[in-house]
């Protein structure tokens, strides 16, 4: 039993790729670069199929690995959680060797009703600092500090605290200023079990949302005074369905992210969500690939473009949040 490489990598944006029958070769993901110095191998025969390396990289952790912490990166969750949705995709059991892909998975037991994980938020205290990181990306002061965001300043990492529906801490993530890697808090709830921002919903009773993929998007949408949550990547299970079905809102306006993996995230709320709760869709303005790229629609000057672009964009924006009528952040 082999996981398909090529098809699970398909559905995610790559710079500059070129696709062949034995590799796929793109800029780095793990970089903010457009070099083609990154490969993975696609060949099936091949002894590391599935195997990727970056020869643009100085971190040795970051030269070369296995598909299943690319695709836990390119996610946007955690190896254990990569590894349950390979093996409820492909089936696999028996014992998986490292980062490799043999592809014999672990099985990995699920309770049907997950546990609410809680950490101490103290672990928060020693992040309160701020970088410009999340400013020149357009998200304002104001919205850092309702979102509790914070700084690594030993590990160079912004940190994003992902809190329960109760306002308990349930995990942390760390996201590098100076590269795209993040990880998570170690013993702290599975992502999958949670959604970014639904905390505020109960806290301020809010019935109108936007729902974006990844938290800066939220945190963008925020900025513009829209409110918004996320799901934390393109996965969306029933438990995040759950927790949204569970809150305040009533109504949901979707941003989805320009690419083939935002068509299937977007497919899947409304296959778990319609009929339940209001469902409206707002498309990204091009040439944009998602909302923070869009970051001169909702926070004009956040954006290295033209003039005329920025003018337009904000008009969008200001139509969009007309039209929704959504819930502001005051």
């Known amino acids: 039993m082999k996981i398909d490489v090529r098809a699970e990598l398909a559905d995610f944006p790559w710079i500059r790729a070129t696709w062949s029958d034995?590799?796929?070769?793109?800029?780095?993901?793990?970089?903010?670069?457009?070099?083609?110095?990154?490969?993975v191998i696609l060949d099936e025969d091949d002894p590391a199929y599935g195997s990727w390396g970056d020869s643009g990289a100085d971190d040795p952790e970051f030269q070369r690995g296995g598909i299943v912490r690319l695709l836990a990166f390119l996610r946007d969750e955690t190896i254990g959680e990569t590894l349950?949705?390979?093996?409820?995709?492909?089936?696999?059991?028996?014992?998986?060797?490292s980062d490799e892909l043999a592809l014999n998975l672990p099985k990995l037991y699920v309770p049907d009703k997950p546990r609410v994980t809680r950490i101490d938020s103290a672990i928060l205290d020693a992040y309160r600092f701020r970088s410009p990181y999340l400013g020149s990306r357009g998200i304002s002061e104001e919205v850092q500090r309702l979102m509790s965001i914070g700084y690594d300043r030993q590990r160079r990492a912004v940190t994003i605290p992902w809190f329960n529906a109760d306002g308990s801490l349930g995990n942390v993530k760390y996201r590098r200023t100076d590269s795209k890697t993040f990880w998570y808090e170690r013993g702290g709830r599975p992502i999958r079990e949670m959604v970014y921002g639904i905390n505020i919903t109960y806290e301020r009773k809010l019935k109108r949302a936007a729902i974006v993929e990844a938290e800066v998007d939220a945190l963008t949408l925020m900025s513009a005074g829209i409110f918004a949550i996320a799901t934390g990547g393109t996965a969306l299970n029933r438990e995040k369905a759950e927790l949204i079905l569970r809150s305040p809102i009533e109504e949901l306006m979707l941003f989805r992210d320009r690419d083939a993996a935002g068509r299937a995230w977007r497919n899947r709320i409304v296959a778990e969500l319609k009929g339940a709760i209001d469902l409206r869709v707002a498309n990204v303005a091009r040439?944009?690939?998602?909302?923070?790229?869009?970051?001169?629609?909702?926070?004009c000057g956040a954006c290295a473009v033209d003039e005329e672009p920025i003018r337009r964009s904000c008009e969008r924006a200001r139509a969009v949040r007309k039209l929704a009528n959504f819930q502001l952040i005051t």
């Open 84 to 97: 349950e949705y390979l093996r409820d995709k492909y089936g696999g059991h028996g014992e998986e060797k």
């Open 22 to 39: 034995t590799r796929l070769i793109a800029a780095s993901p793990w970089r903010y670069d457009r070099q083609p110095s990154f490969y």
């Open 287 to 299: 040439p944009y690939k998602d909302v923070n790229e869009w970051a001169c629609a909702v926070n």
